[in-house]
Protein backbone atom coordinates (compact mmCIF):
# COMPACT_ATOMS: atom_id res chain seq x y z
CA UNK A 1 0.00 0.00 0.00
CA UNK A 2 2.88 2.59 0.76
CA UNK A 3 3.90 2.34 -2.78
CA UNK A 4 0.72 3.25 -4.46
CA UNK A 5 0.15 6.36 -1.71
CA UNK A 6 0.31 9.91 -3.22
CA UNK A 7 3.51 11.64 -1.85
CA UNK A 8 3.00 14.96 -3.70
CA UNK A 9 6.17 16.74 -1.72
CA UNK A 10 8.79 14.23 -2.13
CA UNK A 11 11.11 14.13 -5.04
CA UNK A 12 9.45 12.14 -8.29
CA UNK A 13 11.27 9.08 -8.65
CA UNK A 14 10.54 7.21 -12.36
CA UNK A 15 11.66 3.46 -11.45
CA UNK A 16 11.93 1.60 -14.89
CA UNK A 17 12.40 -2.08 -14.71
CA UNK A 18 11.15 -5.23 -16.86
CA UNK A 19 9.16 -6.25 -14.47
CA UNK A 20 6.21 -3.92 -12.96
CA UNK A 21 5.31 -4.92 -9.17
CA UNK A 22 2.13 -6.50 -10.26
CA UNK A 23 2.28 -8.70 -13.02
CA UNK A 24 -1.54 -9.32 -15.04
CA UNK A 25 -2.47 -12.06 -14.97
CA UNK A 26 -5.21 -13.71 -18.01
CA UNK A 27 -8.90 -15.04 -16.72
CA UNK A 28 -10.31 -15.19 -19.92
CA UNK A 29 -9.92 -13.73 -23.49
CA UNK A 30 -9.99 -10.03 -22.19
CA UNK A 31 -10.31 -10.24 -18.59
CA UNK A 32 -6.83 -9.86 -16.10
CA UNK A 33 -6.31 -9.93 -12.52
CA UNK A 34 -3.20 -8.16 -11.17
CA UNK A 35 -0.48 -10.13 -8.57
CA UNK A 36 2.35 -8.97 -6.77
CA UNK A 37 5.26 -10.01 -8.88
CA UNK A 38 7.69 -12.08 -7.39
CA UNK A 39 11.97 -11.87 -7.08
CA UNK A 40 14.41 -9.34 -5.69
CA UNK A 41 14.15 -6.62 -7.34
CA UNK A 42 10.46 -6.03 -6.68
CA UNK A 43 10.67 -6.99 -3.03
CA UNK A 44 13.76 -4.49 -2.23
CA UNK A 45 12.05 -1.95 -4.42
CA UNK A 46 8.09 -2.26 -2.97
CA UNK A 47 10.04 -1.05 0.88
CA UNK A 48 11.12 2.51 -0.89
CA UNK A 49 8.87 5.11 0.89
CA UNK A 50 10.97 8.38 0.65
CA UNK A 51 10.07 9.13 -2.83
CA UNK A 52 7.04 10.10 -4.75
CA UNK A 53 7.50 6.98 -7.43
CA UNK A 54 6.26 6.04 -10.15
CA UNK A 55 6.92 2.45 -11.79
CA UNK A 56 7.54 1.85 -15.81
CA UNK A 57 7.55 -1.46 -17.09
CA UNK A 58 6.52 -4.23 -18.93
CA UNK A 59 2.65 -5.79 -17.33
CA UNK A 60 3.57 -9.57 -18.23
CA UNK A 61 1.15 -10.34 -20.80
CA UNK A 62 0.84 -9.82 -24.00
CA UNK A 63 -2.53 -7.15 -24.69
CA UNK A 64 -2.39 -6.57 -28.37
CA UNK A 65 -6.35 -4.77 -28.56
CA UNK A 66 -6.14 -1.09 -27.70
CA UNK A 67 -9.59 -1.84 -25.47
CA UNK A 68 -7.61 -4.38 -23.56
CA UNK A 69 -4.47 -2.38 -23.30
CA UNK A 70 -6.56 0.72 -22.17
CA UNK A 71 -8.09 -1.45 -19.44
CA UNK A 72 -5.41 -2.51 -18.28
CA UNK A 73 -3.68 0.52 -17.78
CA UNK A 74 -6.07 2.14 -15.96
CA UNK A 75 -6.11 -0.66 -13.67
CA UNK A 76 -2.39 -0.37 -13.40
CA UNK A 77 -2.50 3.54 -13.15
CA UNK A 78 -4.04 2.69 -9.37
CA UNK A 79 -0.91 1.18 -8.07
CA UNK A 80 1.13 4.17 -9.82
CA UNK A 81 2.30 1.45 -12.24
CA UNK A 82 2.76 2.48 -16.53
CA UNK A 83 2.69 -0.47 -18.58
CA UNK A 84 4.49 -1.04 -21.63
CA UNK A 85 3.07 -3.05 -23.49
CA UNK A 86 5.12 -6.05 -25.58
CA UNK A 87 4.15 -7.65 -28.23
CA UNK A 88 4.81 -11.53 -28.17
CA UNK A 89 7.64 -12.07 -31.04
CA UNK A 90 9.54 -9.49 -28.75
CA UNK A 91 8.72 -10.97 -26.10
CA UNK A 92 9.99 -14.07 -27.12
CA UNK A 93 13.28 -12.32 -28.61
CA UNK A 94 13.48 -9.42 -26.24
CA UNK A 95 12.80 -11.63 -23.00
CA UNK A 96 12.87 -15.18 -22.88
CA UNK A 97 16.24 -14.61 -26.03
CA UNK A 98 18.38 -12.09 -25.20
CA UNK A 99 17.76 -10.97 -21.90
CA UNK A 100 17.05 -15.09 -20.15
CA UNK A 101 19.22 -16.93 -22.45
CA UNK A 102 22.16 -15.00 -23.21
CA UNK A 103 22.73 -12.09 -21.01
CA UNK A 104 21.10 -14.11 -17.44
CA UNK A 105 23.73 -17.04 -17.99
CA UNK A 106 26.82 -15.01 -19.07
CA UNK A 107 26.44 -12.60 -16.28
CA UNK A 108 26.21 -15.49 -13.47
CA UNK A 109 29.16 -17.37 -14.98
CA UNK A 110 27.06 -20.45 -16.84
CA UNK A 111 29.08 -18.98 -20.72
CA UNK A 112 26.42 -18.56 -23.77
CA UNK A 113 24.36 -21.35 -24.36
CA UNK A 114 26.46 -23.92 -25.48
CA UNK A 115 23.85 -26.66 -26.85
CA UNK A 116 23.27 -25.01 -30.28
CA UNK A 117 26.07 -22.90 -30.34
CA UNK A 118 25.72 -22.04 -34.01
CA UNK A 119 22.09 -21.86 -33.92
CA UNK A 120 22.45 -19.27 -30.95
CA UNK A 121 24.96 -17.57 -33.04
CA UNK A 122 22.38 -17.24 -35.75
CA UNK A 123 19.66 -16.09 -33.49
CA UNK A 124 21.83 -13.50 -32.07
CA UNK A 125 21.65 -10.80 -34.07
CA UNK A 126 17.87 -10.79 -34.47
CA UNK A 127 17.75 -11.09 -30.20
CA UNK A 128 19.87 -8.26 -29.71
CA UNK A 129 17.74 -5.81 -32.40
CA UNK A 130 15.03 -6.44 -30.58
CA UNK A 131 16.44 -6.27 -27.46
CA UNK A 132 17.11 -2.78 -28.65
CA UNK A 133 14.10 -2.37 -29.85
CA UNK A 134 11.92 -3.06 -26.73
CA UNK A 135 14.22 -1.12 -24.72
CA UNK A 136 13.49 1.78 -26.95
CA UNK A 137 9.83 0.81 -26.25
CA UNK A 138 10.67 1.39 -22.49
CA UNK A 139 12.39 5.07 -23.45
CA UNK A 140 9.29 6.17 -25.45
CA UNK A 141 7.25 5.70 -22.49
CA UNK A 142 9.59 6.73 -19.92
CA UNK A 143 9.97 10.29 -21.85
CA UNK A 144 5.73 10.70 -22.19
CA UNK A 145 5.54 10.45 -18.21
CA UNK A 146 9.42 12.73 -17.91
CA UNK A 147 8.45 15.95 -15.93
CA UNK A 148 11.77 18.03 -15.60
CA UNK A 149 14.20 17.48 -12.24
CA UNK A 150 12.42 14.02 -12.16
CA UNK A 151 14.94 11.11 -10.85
CA UNK A 152 14.83 8.48 -13.62
CA UNK A 153 16.39 4.96 -12.42
CA UNK A 154 16.39 1.96 -15.03
CA UNK A 155 16.93 -1.60 -13.27
CA UNK A 156 18.66 -4.88 -14.48
CA UNK A 157 20.14 -6.48 -17.54
CA UNK A 158 16.91 -5.79 -19.19
CA UNK A 159 17.59 -2.46 -19.81
CA UNK A 160 21.05 -1.79 -20.42
CA UNK A 161 20.24 0.48 -23.64
CA UNK A 162 17.87 2.60 -21.74
CA UNK A 163 20.32 4.88 -20.20
CA UNK A 164 21.30 5.42 -24.07
CA UNK A 165 17.78 6.17 -25.48
CA UNK A 166 16.73 8.40 -22.36
CA UNK A 167 19.41 10.43 -22.97
CA UNK A 168 19.17 10.94 -26.68
CA UNK A 169 15.51 12.20 -26.25
CA UNK A 170 16.75 14.57 -23.32
CA UNK A 171 20.52 15.05 -22.14
CA UNK A 172 19.90 17.06 -18.94
CA UNK A 173 17.77 13.80 -17.54
CA UNK A 174 19.39 12.74 -14.33
CA UNK A 175 19.45 8.92 -15.06
CA UNK A 176 20.70 6.29 -13.14
CA UNK A 177 21.11 2.07 -13.68
CA UNK A 178 21.28 -0.47 -11.43
CA UNK A 179 22.27 -4.31 -11.72
CA UNK A 180 20.70 -6.73 -10.05
CA UNK A 181 22.76 -9.60 -10.61
CA UNK A 182 26.81 -9.80 -10.97
CA UNK A 183 28.55 -8.09 -13.78
CA UNK A 184 31.41 -11.11 -14.30
CA UNK A 185 34.94 -10.51 -15.46
CA UNK A 186 35.83 -8.73 -18.73
CA UNK A 187 37.26 -11.88 -19.46
CA UNK A 188 33.84 -13.29 -19.86
CA UNK A 189 32.00 -10.21 -21.40
CA UNK A 190 34.04 -9.84 -23.91
CA UNK A 191 33.07 -13.27 -25.05
CA UNK A 192 29.98 -11.29 -25.83
CA UNK A 193 29.12 -9.95 -29.73
CA UNK A 194 27.20 -6.72 -28.71
CA UNK A 195 30.27 -6.33 -26.12
CA UNK A 196 30.73 -2.97 -26.77
CA UNK A 197 27.59 -1.84 -27.97
CA UNK A 198 26.30 -2.51 -24.59
CA UNK A 199 28.76 -1.08 -21.82
CA UNK A 200 28.65 2.03 -23.93
CA UNK A 201 24.57 2.25 -23.90
CA UNK A 202 25.03 1.74 -19.91
CA UNK A 203 27.64 4.55 -19.95
CA UNK A 204 25.78 6.95 -21.17
CA UNK A 205 24.14 7.22 -17.43
CA UNK A 206 25.23 9.83 -15.04
CA UNK A 207 25.45 6.95 -12.07
CA UNK A 208 26.12 3.46 -12.38
CA UNK A 209 25.48 0.85 -10.10
CA UNK A 210 26.66 -2.83 -8.79
CA UNK A 211 25.45 -5.23 -5.71
CA UNK A 212 29.58 -5.26 -4.92
CA UNK A 213 32.48 -3.62 -5.30
CA UNK A 214 33.45 -6.47 -7.55
CA UNK A 215 30.98 -6.10 -9.90
CA UNK A 216 31.51 -2.62 -10.43
CA UNK A 217 35.50 -3.14 -10.50
CA UNK A 218 34.53 -5.78 -13.60
CA UNK A 219 32.29 -3.08 -14.99
CA UNK A 220 35.23 -0.63 -15.12
CA UNK A 221 37.47 -3.11 -16.34
CA UNK A 222 35.57 -4.05 -19.20
CA UNK A 223 35.37 -0.05 -20.49
CA UNK A 224 38.69 -0.05 -19.81
CA UNK A 225 40.17 -2.96 -21.77
CA UNK A 226 37.05 -3.65 -24.21
CA UNK A 227 36.43 0.31 -25.22
CA UNK A 228 40.24 1.53 -24.09
CA UNK A 229 38.78 4.23 -22.00
CA UNK A 230 40.09 5.40 -18.78
CA UNK A 231 38.86 4.08 -15.29
CA UNK A 232 39.32 6.38 -12.46
CA UNK A 233 38.73 5.88 -8.78
CA UNK A 234 35.36 7.35 -9.40
CA UNK A 235 34.03 5.68 -12.46
CA UNK A 236 35.27 5.67 -16.08
CA UNK A 237 36.16 8.69 -17.93
CA UNK A 238 35.27 9.18 -21.80
CA UNK A 239 36.56 12.34 -23.54
CA UNK A 240 35.96 14.68 -20.41
CA UNK A 241 32.64 13.06 -19.44
CA UNK A 242 32.55 11.04 -16.20
CA UNK A 243 30.07 7.97 -15.45
CA UNK A 244 29.64 7.47 -12.20
CA UNK A 245 30.37 3.73 -10.92
CA UNK A 246 29.76 2.63 -7.41
CA UNK A 247 28.79 -0.45 -5.54
CA UNK A 248 25.37 0.13 -3.24
CA UNK A 249 24.37 -3.10 -1.45
CA UNK A 250 20.81 -4.05 -1.54
CA UNK A 251 19.11 -4.49 1.56
CA UNK A 252 15.19 -5.62 2.68
CA UNK A 253 12.34 -3.55 4.48
CA UNK A 254 13.30 -5.23 7.54
CA UNK A 255 10.55 -3.18 9.88
CA UNK A 256 7.78 -4.62 7.64
CA UNK A 257 9.08 -8.04 8.78
CA UNK A 258 9.05 -7.28 11.87
CA UNK A 259 5.91 -5.70 12.29
CA UNK A 260 4.05 -8.62 10.52
CA UNK A 261 5.33 -10.84 13.69
CA UNK A 262 3.01 -8.87 15.52
CA UNK A 263 0.18 -9.32 13.55
CA UNK A 264 -2.40 -12.51 15.07
CA UNK A 265 -2.46 -14.12 11.54
CA UNK A 266 1.14 -14.49 11.20
CA UNK A 267 1.34 -15.85 14.80
CA UNK A 268 -1.28 -18.95 14.06
CA UNK A 269 0.72 -19.69 11.28
CA UNK A 270 3.40 -20.11 13.43
CA UNK A 271 2.16 -21.82 15.98
CA UNK A 272 0.69 -24.27 13.30
CA UNK A 273 4.26 -25.25 11.79
CA UNK A 274 5.56 -25.45 15.38
CA UNK A 275 2.73 -28.27 15.83
CA UNK A 276 3.22 -29.30 12.44
CA UNK A 277 6.99 -29.98 13.11
CA UNK A 278 7.55 -30.47 16.38
CA UNK A 279 10.23 -32.80 17.24
CA UNK A 280 12.00 -32.00 13.91
CA UNK A 281 14.86 -29.57 12.84
CA UNK A 282 13.08 -27.08 9.96
CA UNK A 283 15.46 -26.21 7.17
CA UNK A 284 14.07 -23.37 4.87
CA UNK A 285 14.87 -22.96 1.31
CA UNK A 286 12.35 -20.00 -0.65
CA UNK A 287 14.06 -19.44 -4.11
CA UNK A 288 12.88 -18.58 -7.51
CA UNK A 289 13.30 -21.86 -9.77
CA UNK A 290 16.31 -20.42 -11.57
CA UNK A 291 19.66 -22.66 -11.85
CA UNK A 292 21.50 -19.94 -10.56
CA UNK A 293 19.90 -20.68 -7.26
CA UNK A 294 21.75 -24.26 -7.18
CA UNK A 295 18.45 -25.94 -5.75
CA UNK A 296 19.10 -29.31 -6.83
CA UNK A 297 22.87 -28.77 -5.53
CA UNK A 298 21.16 -28.08 -2.02
CA UNK A 299 19.10 -31.00 -2.03
CA UNK A 300 22.11 -32.96 -3.56
CA UNK A 301 23.89 -32.35 -0.31
CA UNK A 302 20.89 -33.17 1.96
CA UNK A 303 20.81 -36.11 0.85
CA UNK A 304 24.62 -36.33 1.84
CA UNK A 305 24.24 -35.45 5.29
CA UNK A 306 21.00 -38.12 5.53
CA UNK A 307 23.06 -40.28 4.27
CA UNK A 308 26.12 -39.66 6.85
CA UNK A 309 24.12 -39.13 9.47
CA UNK A 310 21.14 -41.77 10.21
CA UNK A 311 20.92 -40.67 13.38
CA UNK A 312 19.09 -36.90 11.81
CA UNK A 313 16.28 -39.06 10.01
CA UNK A 314 12.82 -38.30 11.06
CA UNK A 315 14.52 -35.46 12.84
CA UNK A 316 15.14 -32.80 10.02
CA UNK A 317 12.64 -31.91 7.16
CA UNK A 318 13.78 -28.98 4.64
CA UNK A 319 11.04 -27.12 3.65
CA UNK A 320 11.94 -25.80 0.10
CA UNK A 321 9.49 -23.46 -1.46
CA UNK A 322 10.46 -23.35 -5.12
CA UNK A 323 8.56 -20.33 -7.00
CA UNK A 324 8.38 -20.93 -10.50
CA UNK A 325 9.78 -18.73 -13.20
CA UNK A 326 10.20 -17.98 -16.67
CA UNK A 327 8.27 -20.97 -17.42
CA UNK A 328 8.10 -20.14 -21.23
CA UNK A 329 12.22 -21.30 -21.09
CA UNK A 330 12.70 -24.92 -22.08
CA UNK A 331 15.47 -24.56 -19.84
CA UNK A 332 13.46 -24.02 -16.60
CA UNK A 333 11.23 -26.37 -17.55
CA UNK A 334 14.18 -29.09 -17.38
CA UNK A 335 15.43 -27.65 -14.39
CA UNK A 336 11.86 -28.07 -12.95
CA UNK A 337 11.84 -31.86 -14.00
CA UNK A 338 15.12 -32.50 -12.80
CA UNK A 339 14.02 -30.98 -9.02
CA UNK A 340 11.12 -33.13 -9.04
CA UNK A 341 12.62 -36.03 -9.76
CA UNK A 342 15.90 -35.56 -7.27
CA UNK A 343 13.25 -34.40 -4.53
CA UNK A 344 11.68 -37.87 -5.60
CA UNK A 345 14.09 -40.64 -5.01
CA UNK A 346 15.19 -38.84 -1.71
CA UNK A 347 11.75 -39.02 -0.31
CA UNK A 348 11.76 -42.56 -1.42
CA UNK A 349 14.85 -43.64 0.02
CA UNK A 350 14.39 -41.86 3.34
CA UNK A 351 10.91 -41.09 3.95
CA UNK A 352 8.76 -43.32 6.59
CA UNK A 353 4.78 -44.03 6.45
CA UNK A 354 4.59 -40.61 8.60
CA UNK A 355 6.99 -38.10 7.59
CA UNK A 356 9.13 -36.75 4.29
CA UNK A 357 12.23 -35.38 4.79
CA UNK A 358 11.79 -32.94 2.12
CA UNK A 359 8.71 -31.20 1.27
CA UNK A 360 8.96 -29.32 -1.27
CA UNK A 361 6.66 -26.52 -3.14
CA UNK A 362 6.28 -25.17 -6.22
CA UNK A 363 4.49 -21.76 -5.53
CA UNK A 364 5.18 -18.97 -4.58
CA UNK A 365 3.77 -17.99 -0.59
CA UNK A 366 1.55 -14.96 0.74
CA UNK A 367 3.68 -12.78 2.71
CA UNK A 368 2.35 -13.85 5.95
CA UNK A 369 2.75 -17.30 5.37
CA UNK A 370 6.70 -16.55 4.16
CA UNK A 371 6.99 -14.17 7.79
CA UNK A 372 5.68 -17.19 10.03
CA UNK A 373 8.50 -19.50 7.86
CA UNK A 374 11.04 -17.13 8.76
CA UNK A 375 9.91 -16.58 12.30
CA UNK A 376 9.76 -20.50 12.66
CA UNK A 377 13.12 -21.03 11.29
CA UNK A 378 15.34 -18.17 11.06
CA UNK A 379 17.19 -16.83 7.88
CA UNK A 380 20.93 -17.16 6.99
CA UNK A 381 22.18 -15.34 4.05
CA UNK A 382 26.02 -14.11 2.79
CA UNK A 383 26.01 -12.13 6.35
CA UNK A 384 30.09 -12.60 6.75
CA UNK A 385 30.06 -13.40 10.16
CA UNK A 386 26.82 -14.29 11.11
CA UNK A 387 26.11 -16.97 8.68
CA UNK A 388 28.00 -20.46 7.90
CA UNK A 389 29.51 -19.79 4.25
CA UNK A 390 29.84 -22.34 1.79
CA UNK A 391 31.15 -23.14 -1.43
CA UNK A 392 27.86 -24.31 -3.37
CA UNK A 393 29.65 -26.30 -5.60
CA UNK A 394 30.65 -28.98 -3.27
CA UNK A 395 28.01 -31.12 -2.06
CA UNK A 396 30.10 -32.34 0.85
CA UNK A 397 31.47 -29.20 2.15
CA UNK A 398 27.38 -27.87 2.17
CA UNK A 399 26.56 -31.44 3.50
CA UNK A 400 29.32 -30.98 6.68
CA UNK A 401 27.79 -27.71 6.94
CA UNK A 402 24.22 -28.54 7.59
CA UNK A 403 25.51 -30.73 10.37
CA UNK A 404 27.22 -28.27 11.72
CA UNK A 405 24.50 -25.63 11.31
CA UNK A 406 21.87 -28.22 13.09
CA UNK A 407 24.32 -29.55 16.19
CA UNK A 408 25.48 -26.42 16.74
CA UNK A 409 25.58 -25.32 20.08
CA UNK A 410 22.98 -22.56 21.46
CA UNK A 411 25.33 -19.42 22.33
CA UNK A 412 26.85 -19.89 18.84
CA UNK A 413 23.62 -19.68 17.29
CA UNK A 414 22.33 -16.57 19.34
CA UNK A 415 25.57 -14.88 18.56
CA UNK A 416 25.28 -15.23 14.85
CA UNK A 417 21.97 -14.18 14.13
CA UNK A 418 22.39 -11.13 16.56
CA UNK A 419 24.76 -10.05 13.85
CA UNK A 420 22.62 -10.79 10.91
CA UNK A 421 19.88 -9.20 12.86
CA UNK A 422 21.75 -5.98 12.95
CA UNK A 423 23.07 -6.50 9.97
CA UNK A 424 19.69 -7.03 7.89
CA UNK A 425 18.10 -4.00 9.94
CA UNK A 426 20.69 -1.41 9.46
CA UNK A 427 21.41 -2.13 5.46
CA UNK A 428 17.40 -2.03 4.14
CA UNK A 429 16.20 -0.91 1.39
CA UNK A 430 15.33 2.01 2.08
CA UNK A 431 18.96 2.98 3.26
CA UNK A 432 20.79 1.50 -0.37
CA UNK A 433 17.70 3.81 -2.79
CA UNK A 434 18.50 6.65 -0.55
CA UNK A 435 22.01 6.29 -0.58
CA UNK A 436 21.85 5.35 -4.98
CA UNK A 437 19.37 8.80 -5.47
CA UNK A 438 21.31 11.05 -3.28
CA UNK A 439 24.46 9.86 -4.91
CA UNK A 440 22.84 10.71 -8.59
CA UNK A 441 21.92 14.19 -7.34
CA UNK A 442 25.36 14.59 -5.62
CA UNK A 443 27.13 13.55 -9.65
CA UNK A 444 25.39 16.09 -11.23
CA UNK A 445 25.76 18.46 -9.51
CA UNK A 446 29.53 17.78 -9.73
CA UNK A 447 29.03 17.26 -13.25
CA UNK A 448 27.43 20.92 -13.63
CA UNK A 449 30.44 22.20 -11.43
CA UNK A 450 33.03 21.02 -14.01
CA UNK A 451 31.36 22.42 -16.77
CA UNK A 452 31.16 25.79 -15.26
CA UNK A 453 34.96 25.47 -14.48
O1 LIG B 1 18.42 -10.65 -10.45
C1 LIG B 1 17.70 -10.06 -11.37
C2 LIG B 1 16.20 -10.14 -11.17
O2 LIG B 1 15.59 -8.99 -11.70
C3 LIG B 1 15.83 -10.30 -9.71
O3 LIG B 1 15.84 -9.13 -9.01
C4 LIG B 1 14.53 -10.99 -9.79
O4 LIG B 1 14.34 -11.83 -8.71
C5 LIG B 1 14.61 -11.79 -11.07
O5 LIG B 1 15.63 -11.24 -11.84
C6 LIG B 1 13.25 -11.76 -11.72
O6 LIG B 1 13.24 -12.28 -12.96
P1 LIG B 1 11.97 -12.24 -13.90
O7 LIG B 1 11.46 -10.84 -13.90
O8 LIG B 1 12.49 -12.69 -15.21
O9 LIG B 1 10.99 -13.18 -13.31
Given amino acids: RAFTEEQPFRQRLLVVANRLPVSAVREGVDSYHLEISVGGLVSALLGVKEFDTRW ?27 PVFLDEDIVNQYYNGYCNNILWPLFHYLGLPHEDRLATTRSF ?11 QMFADVVNKYYEEGDIVWCHDYHLMFLPKCLKEYNSNMKVGWFLHTPFPSSELHRTLPS ?5 RAVLAADLVGFHTYDYARHFVSACTRILGLEGTPDGVEDQGKLTRVAAFPIGIDSERFIRALELPEVQDRMREMQERFA ?6 GIDRLDMIKGIPQKILAFEQFLEENPHWHDKVVLLQIAVPTRTDCPEYQKLTSQVHEIVGRINGRFGTLTAVPIHHLDRSLDFHALCALYAVTGAAQSLGAGALLVNPWNITEVAASIGYALDMPADEREKRHQFNFKHVTTHTSQEWAATFVSELNDTIVEAQLRTKQ
Avoid at 125 to 135: E, G, L, M, P, V
Fill in 125 to 135: QSQFDAYKKAN
Fill in 56 to 82: IGWPGVNVNDDAGQEALTKALAEMRCV
Fill in 279 to 284: GRKVML
Fill in 195 to 199: RSELL
